[in-house]
Protein backbone atom coordinates (compact mmCIF):
# COMPACT_ATOMS: atom_id res chain seq x y z
CA UNK A 1 0.00 0.00 0.00
CA UNK A 2 1.52 3.02 -1.22
CA UNK A 3 2.09 5.89 1.63
CA UNK A 4 0.44 9.67 1.57
CA UNK A 5 2.50 11.77 -0.47
CA UNK A 6 4.32 14.16 2.02
CA UNK A 7 8.21 12.50 2.86
CA UNK A 8 10.16 12.13 5.93
CA UNK A 9 12.69 14.88 4.48
CA UNK A 10 10.82 17.72 5.96
CA UNK A 11 12.56 21.29 7.09
CA UNK A 12 13.79 22.15 10.41
CA UNK A 13 11.80 25.12 10.36
CA UNK A 14 8.44 23.25 9.77
CA UNK A 15 8.56 21.27 12.77
CA UNK A 16 6.15 22.93 14.83
CA UNK A 17 3.58 24.02 12.30
CA UNK A 18 3.16 20.86 10.20
CA UNK A 19 0.26 18.69 8.44
CA UNK A 20 -3.04 18.15 10.73
CA UNK A 21 -4.48 15.02 9.37
CA UNK A 22 -8.03 16.01 10.71
CA UNK A 23 -8.77 19.00 12.15
CA UNK A 24 -6.23 22.33 13.67
CA UNK A 25 -7.94 23.57 16.44
CA UNK A 26 -4.53 23.19 19.23
CA UNK A 27 -6.44 24.41 22.22
CA UNK A 28 -9.83 21.48 21.62
CA UNK A 29 -10.26 18.95 24.61
CA UNK A 30 -11.06 16.93 22.25
CA UNK A 31 -7.66 16.90 20.28
CA UNK A 32 -4.71 14.42 20.86
CA UNK A 33 -1.33 15.79 19.73
CA UNK A 34 1.40 13.08 18.34
CA UNK A 35 5.08 14.06 17.65
CA UNK A 36 6.76 11.42 15.07
CA UNK A 37 8.06 10.42 11.74
CA UNK A 38 5.81 11.28 8.67
CA UNK A 39 4.09 8.43 7.02
CA UNK A 40 4.14 6.45 10.01
CA UNK A 41 0.12 5.11 10.24
CA UNK A 42 -2.40 4.33 7.43
CA UNK A 43 -4.31 7.46 7.70
CA UNK A 44 -7.91 5.27 7.33
CA UNK A 45 -6.53 3.82 10.93
CA UNK A 46 -6.43 7.52 12.29
CA UNK A 47 -9.74 8.26 10.69
CA UNK A 48 -11.71 5.00 12.26
CA UNK A 49 -10.73 6.09 15.77
CA UNK A 50 -11.31 9.61 15.46
CA UNK A 51 -15.13 8.52 14.60
CA UNK A 52 -15.16 6.34 17.17
CA UNK A 53 -14.23 8.95 19.50
CA UNK A 54 -15.50 11.95 18.55
CA UNK A 55 -11.84 13.50 18.83
CA UNK A 56 -9.14 14.89 16.46
CA UNK A 57 -5.90 14.15 15.67
CA UNK A 58 -3.33 16.50 14.91
CA UNK A 59 0.42 15.24 13.89
CA UNK A 60 3.70 17.33 14.21
CA UNK A 61 6.77 15.81 12.10
CA UNK A 62 10.54 15.28 12.93
CA UNK A 63 13.10 14.14 10.75
CA UNK A 64 14.93 12.05 12.75
CA UNK A 65 15.56 11.47 15.99
CA UNK A 66 18.09 14.53 16.45
CA UNK A 67 15.97 16.69 15.54
CA UNK A 68 12.73 15.46 18.08
CA UNK A 69 15.41 15.72 20.74
CA UNK A 70 15.97 18.45 20.26
CA UNK A 71 12.58 20.12 19.61
CA UNK A 72 11.38 18.70 22.80
CA UNK A 73 14.49 20.12 24.54
CA UNK A 74 13.50 23.38 23.85
CA UNK A 75 9.83 22.84 24.91
CA UNK A 76 10.97 20.97 28.10
CA UNK A 77 8.87 18.10 26.53
CA UNK A 78 5.85 19.67 27.10
CA UNK A 79 3.08 20.45 23.91
CA UNK A 80 2.38 16.77 22.75
CA UNK A 81 0.48 13.64 24.32
CA UNK A 82 1.97 10.90 22.34
CA UNK A 83 5.53 10.76 21.33
CA UNK A 84 7.57 8.22 19.45
CA UNK A 85 10.80 7.55 20.64
CA UNK A 86 13.47 5.22 19.57
CA UNK A 87 14.05 2.70 21.84
CA UNK A 88 17.18 4.58 23.73
CA UNK A 89 15.58 7.39 24.26
CA UNK A 90 12.79 5.65 26.72
CA UNK A 91 15.10 5.70 29.64
CA UNK A 92 16.48 9.43 28.98
CA UNK A 93 13.15 10.87 28.53
CA UNK A 94 11.69 9.35 31.46
CA UNK A 95 14.82 10.57 33.33
CA UNK A 96 13.98 14.07 32.50
CA UNK A 97 10.39 13.23 33.47
CA UNK A 98 8.80 13.75 30.19
CA UNK A 99 6.72 10.55 30.00
CA UNK A 100 4.39 8.57 32.32
CA UNK A 101 4.39 5.00 32.91
CA UNK A 102 1.73 2.28 31.04
CA UNK A 103 0.43 -0.76 32.84
CA UNK A 104 -1.52 -3.50 31.25
CA UNK A 105 -4.34 -2.12 32.83
CA UNK A 106 -4.01 1.20 30.85
CA UNK A 107 -3.48 -1.03 27.46
CA UNK A 108 -4.86 -4.12 28.08
CA UNK A 109 -3.57 -4.82 24.04
CA UNK A 110 -0.15 -4.96 25.35
CA UNK A 111 -0.93 -8.71 26.38
CA UNK A 112 -0.45 -8.74 21.96
CA UNK A 113 3.13 -7.39 21.55
CA UNK A 114 5.87 -10.02 22.08
CA UNK A 115 7.99 -9.54 24.87
CA UNK A 116 10.95 -9.51 23.71
CA UNK A 117 10.29 -6.14 22.31
CA UNK A 118 8.27 -4.83 25.07
CA UNK A 119 11.61 -5.04 27.22
CA UNK A 120 14.16 -4.69 24.62
CA UNK A 121 15.96 -1.12 26.14
CA UNK A 122 15.83 0.05 29.61
CA UNK A 123 12.16 1.16 31.25
CA UNK A 124 10.74 0.25 28.17
CA UNK A 125 8.27 -2.16 29.51
CA UNK A 126 7.32 0.09 31.95
CA UNK A 127 7.01 3.24 29.83
CA UNK A 128 6.37 3.09 26.27
CA UNK A 129 4.77 0.46 23.55
CA UNK A 130 6.96 -1.33 21.00
CA UNK A 131 5.29 0.11 17.60
CA UNK A 132 7.56 -1.27 15.00
CA UNK A 133 10.79 -2.46 14.64
CA UNK A 134 13.00 -2.91 11.73
CA UNK A 135 17.24 -2.54 10.41
CA UNK A 136 19.03 0.09 9.20
CA UNK A 137 20.85 -0.60 5.57
CA UNK A 138 21.68 0.90 1.87
CA UNK A 139 19.14 1.46 -0.94
CA UNK A 140 20.96 1.91 -3.62
CA UNK A 141 19.57 1.51 -8.31
CA UNK A 142 20.87 -1.30 -8.98
CA UNK A 143 20.44 -0.27 -12.62
CA UNK A 144 22.94 2.66 -11.55
CA UNK A 145 25.62 1.05 -9.49
CA UNK A 146 27.91 -1.28 -11.20
CA UNK A 147 27.55 -4.00 -8.36
CA UNK A 148 25.50 -5.61 -5.51
CA UNK A 149 25.81 -4.01 -2.92
CA UNK A 150 26.67 -6.25 0.66
CA UNK A 151 28.91 -4.42 2.86
CA UNK A 152 28.84 -1.06 4.27
CA UNK A 153 32.33 -0.30 2.90
CA UNK A 154 30.46 -0.10 -0.03
CA UNK A 155 28.84 3.02 1.52
CA UNK A 156 31.82 4.74 3.33
CA UNK A 157 34.27 4.05 1.01
CA UNK A 158 32.89 4.07 -2.52
CA UNK A 159 33.29 3.18 -6.34
CA UNK A 160 34.34 6.53 -8.12
CA UNK A 161 31.06 6.82 -10.03
CA UNK A 162 29.26 7.33 -7.12
CA UNK A 163 30.73 11.15 -6.19
CA UNK A 164 28.02 13.14 -5.29
CA UNK A 165 25.26 10.55 -5.66
CA UNK A 166 24.73 9.29 -2.20
CA UNK A 167 22.48 10.58 0.62
CA UNK A 168 23.12 9.97 4.30
CA UNK A 169 20.35 10.59 7.24
CA UNK A 170 21.76 13.82 9.32
CA UNK A 171 21.86 11.28 12.23
CA UNK A 172 24.81 11.37 14.44
CA UNK A 173 24.16 7.89 15.54
CA UNK A 174 23.74 6.23 12.29
CA UNK A 175 26.23 7.92 10.44
CA UNK A 176 28.82 6.73 13.04
CA UNK A 177 27.27 4.15 13.88
CA UNK A 178 27.28 2.33 10.67
CA UNK A 179 30.81 3.67 9.71
CA UNK A 180 32.09 1.83 13.17
CA UNK A 181 30.48 -1.42 11.38
CA UNK A 182 32.07 -0.79 8.15
CA UNK A 183 35.36 -1.11 10.47
CA UNK A 184 34.62 -3.91 12.30
CA UNK A 185 33.53 -2.21 15.33
CA UNK A 186 30.73 -1.86 17.85
CA UNK A 187 28.20 0.47 16.46
CA UNK A 188 28.78 1.33 20.21
CA UNK A 189 31.91 1.90 20.59
CA UNK A 190 32.90 4.67 22.85
CA UNK A 191 36.89 4.15 21.95
CA UNK A 192 38.83 6.93 21.41
CA UNK A 193 40.86 5.61 18.83
CA UNK A 194 38.30 3.55 17.15
CA UNK A 195 35.95 6.83 16.78
CA UNK A 196 38.77 8.41 15.24
CA UNK A 197 38.94 5.85 12.26
CA UNK A 198 35.60 6.62 11.69
CA UNK A 199 36.00 10.24 11.84
CA UNK A 200 38.55 9.91 9.47
CA UNK A 201 36.59 7.62 6.96
CA UNK A 202 33.61 10.31 7.31
CA UNK A 203 35.95 12.68 5.99
CA UNK A 204 37.39 10.82 3.16
CA UNK A 205 33.68 9.95 2.00
CA UNK A 206 32.62 13.68 2.26
CA UNK A 207 33.27 14.08 -1.20
CA UNK A 208 30.66 11.33 -2.35
CA UNK A 209 27.76 12.70 -0.08
CA UNK A 210 24.99 14.45 -2.29
CA UNK A 211 23.44 15.63 1.26
CA UNK A 212 22.88 14.85 4.63
CA UNK A 213 19.01 14.25 5.55
CA UNK A 214 17.06 11.47 5.18
CA UNK A 215 15.91 10.71 1.93
CA UNK A 216 12.43 11.35 0.12
CA UNK A 217 10.29 8.47 0.52
CA UNK A 218 8.06 9.62 -2.37
CA UNK A 219 7.55 9.84 -6.08
CA UNK A 220 9.87 13.19 -5.94
CA UNK A 221 12.54 11.02 -4.36
CA UNK A 222 15.99 11.41 -5.85
CA UNK A 223 17.04 7.75 -6.01
CA UNK A 224 13.55 7.44 -8.39
CA UNK A 225 14.75 10.22 -10.66
CA UNK A 226 18.81 8.76 -10.48
CA UNK A 227 20.19 12.09 -9.31
CA UNK A 228 21.23 10.28 -5.95
CA UNK A 229 22.19 6.84 -6.73
CA UNK A 230 22.72 4.93 -3.30
CA UNK A 231 21.27 6.52 0.86
CA UNK A 232 21.46 4.74 3.98
CA UNK A 233 17.71 4.06 4.95
CA UNK A 234 14.81 2.25 7.60
CA UNK A 235 14.01 -0.91 5.87
CA UNK A 236 10.47 -0.40 4.94
CA UNK A 237 11.34 2.56 3.12
CA UNK A 238 12.95 1.02 0.96
CA UNK A 239 9.91 -1.36 -0.19
CA UNK A 240 8.10 2.16 -0.35
CA UNK A 241 10.77 3.21 -2.97
CA UNK A 242 10.49 -0.02 -4.37
CA UNK A 243 6.90 0.39 -5.63
CA UNK A 244 8.00 3.40 -7.58
CA UNK A 245 10.88 1.54 -9.60
CA UNK A 246 11.67 -2.44 -9.16
CA UNK A 247 15.20 -1.14 -9.82
CA UNK A 248 15.41 0.20 -5.89
CA UNK A 249 17.39 -2.73 -4.57
CA UNK A 250 17.86 -3.30 0.11
CA UNK A 251 21.00 -4.42 1.04
CA UNK A 252 21.26 -5.27 5.20
CA UNK A 253 25.22 -5.40 5.32
CA UNK A 254 27.06 -8.64 6.22
CA UNK A 255 28.87 -6.25 9.28
CA UNK A 256 25.89 -6.19 10.49
CA UNK A 257 23.81 -2.88 11.61
CA UNK A 258 21.21 -0.99 13.75
CA UNK A 259 18.58 -3.36 14.82
CA UNK A 260 15.46 -0.47 15.94
CA UNK A 261 12.28 -0.65 17.73
CA UNK A 262 9.75 2.82 17.70
CA UNK A 263 7.96 3.01 20.42
CA UNK A 264 4.89 5.20 21.82
CA UNK A 265 5.39 6.92 24.90
CA UNK A 266 2.98 9.32 26.96
CA UNK A 267 3.87 12.47 27.60
CA UNK A 268 4.17 13.28 31.79
CA UNK A 269 2.30 16.92 30.75
CA UNK A 270 -0.88 15.40 28.52
CA UNK A 271 -4.00 16.29 29.67
CA UNK A 272 -5.62 13.60 27.42
CA UNK A 273 -4.26 11.11 29.01
CA UNK A 274 -7.29 8.52 29.10
CA UNK A 275 -7.46 9.38 25.28
CA UNK A 276 -3.75 8.28 24.39
CA UNK A 277 -4.07 5.18 26.36
CA UNK A 278 -7.25 4.66 24.06
CA UNK A 279 -5.36 5.14 20.93
CA UNK A 280 -2.42 3.02 22.22
CA UNK A 281 -4.88 -0.15 22.81
CA UNK A 282 -6.60 0.91 19.63
CA UNK A 283 -3.43 0.39 17.51
CA UNK A 284 -2.47 -2.74 19.23
CA UNK A 285 -6.17 -4.57 17.97
CA UNK A 286 -4.69 -7.43 16.08
CA UNK A 287 -6.84 -6.16 12.91
CA UNK A 288 -5.50 -2.82 13.69
CA UNK A 289 -1.73 -3.66 13.54
CA UNK A 290 -1.76 -6.07 11.07
CA UNK A 291 -3.49 -3.07 8.70
CA UNK A 292 -1.11 -0.78 9.95
CA UNK A 293 2.04 -2.89 9.31
CA UNK A 294 1.10 -3.12 5.58
CA UNK A 295 0.82 0.19 5.12
CA UNK A 296 4.05 1.06 6.64
CA UNK A 297 5.91 -1.59 5.33
CA UNK A 298 7.38 -2.18 8.80
CA UNK A 299 7.48 -5.57 11.07
CA UNK A 300 5.42 -5.50 13.94
CA UNK A 301 5.53 -6.39 17.40
CA UNK A 302 1.92 -7.46 18.19
CA UNK A 303 2.48 -11.54 17.73
CA UNK A 304 -1.86 -11.51 17.15
CA UNK A 305 -1.30 -8.81 14.53
CA UNK A 306 1.36 -11.53 12.71
CA UNK A 307 -1.41 -13.49 12.26
CA UNK A 308 -3.89 -12.15 10.26
CA UNK A 309 -0.51 -10.87 7.88
CA UNK A 310 -0.38 -12.91 4.59
CA UNK A 311 2.67 -14.98 3.96
CA UNK A 312 4.08 -12.77 1.33
CA UNK A 313 4.34 -10.19 3.90
CA UNK A 314 6.02 -12.13 6.97
CA UNK A 315 8.03 -14.09 4.33
CA UNK A 316 9.74 -11.00 2.59
CA UNK A 317 13.39 -10.82 3.90
CA UNK A 318 13.30 -6.90 4.28
CA UNK A 319 10.61 -6.82 6.31
CA UNK A 320 11.47 -10.04 8.40
CA UNK A 321 15.29 -10.87 7.86
CA UNK A 322 16.64 -14.48 8.57
CA UNK A 323 17.93 -14.44 12.03
CA UNK A 324 21.40 -15.65 10.49
CA UNK A 325 21.37 -11.97 8.83
CA UNK A 326 20.51 -10.39 12.32
CA UNK A 327 23.00 -11.62 14.09
CA UNK A 328 25.63 -9.03 13.90
CA UNK A 329 23.15 -6.07 14.14
CA UNK A 330 23.15 -4.40 17.58
CA UNK A 331 20.46 -2.37 19.66
CA UNK A 332 22.14 1.53 20.10
CA UNK A 333 23.33 1.90 23.50
CA UNK A 334 23.53 4.96 25.49
CA UNK A 335 27.17 6.34 24.82
CA UNK A 336 29.62 7.74 27.81
CA UNK A 337 29.42 11.56 27.93
CA UNK A 338 33.04 11.78 26.02
CA UNK A 339 31.91 9.65 23.07
CA UNK A 340 28.86 11.11 22.73
CA UNK A 341 30.62 14.97 22.75
CA UNK A 342 33.16 13.23 19.97
CA UNK A 343 30.25 12.51 18.15
CA UNK A 344 28.37 15.26 17.95
CA UNK A 345 31.17 17.01 17.07
CA UNK A 346 32.26 14.99 13.99
CA UNK A 347 28.70 14.90 12.96
CA UNK A 348 28.31 18.89 13.31
CA UNK A 349 31.65 19.11 11.04
CA UNK A 350 30.07 16.90 8.31
CA UNK A 351 26.97 18.67 7.65
CA UNK A 352 28.41 22.02 7.95
Not at 174 to 179: E, P, R, T
Request: glycine share 4%; net charge positive.
Amino acid sequence: MPRISSSRSIAAGCLFVLLLISGNACGDDKTLKIFTWSDYIDPNIVSVFEQRHKVKIQFSYFEDNDARDAALVNTNGVGYDLLLLNGIQVAQYHKLGWISPISKKDVPNIATIDKKWRSAFADTEKYAIPYFWGTLGIAYRSDLVSEKITSWRQLFNPAASLKGKIVLPASMRDVIGMALKSLGYSANSADPQQLLEAEQLLKTQKPFISRYGYIAINEQSSLLSGENHMAMVYSGDALVLQQHNKQIAYALPQEGSNLWVDYFAVSSTSDKRSLALAFLNYLNEPEVAASNAQFVRFATPNHKAEKLLPASFLKNPIIYPPEKELHKSEFYRPLPVDATRTCNRVMADLIR
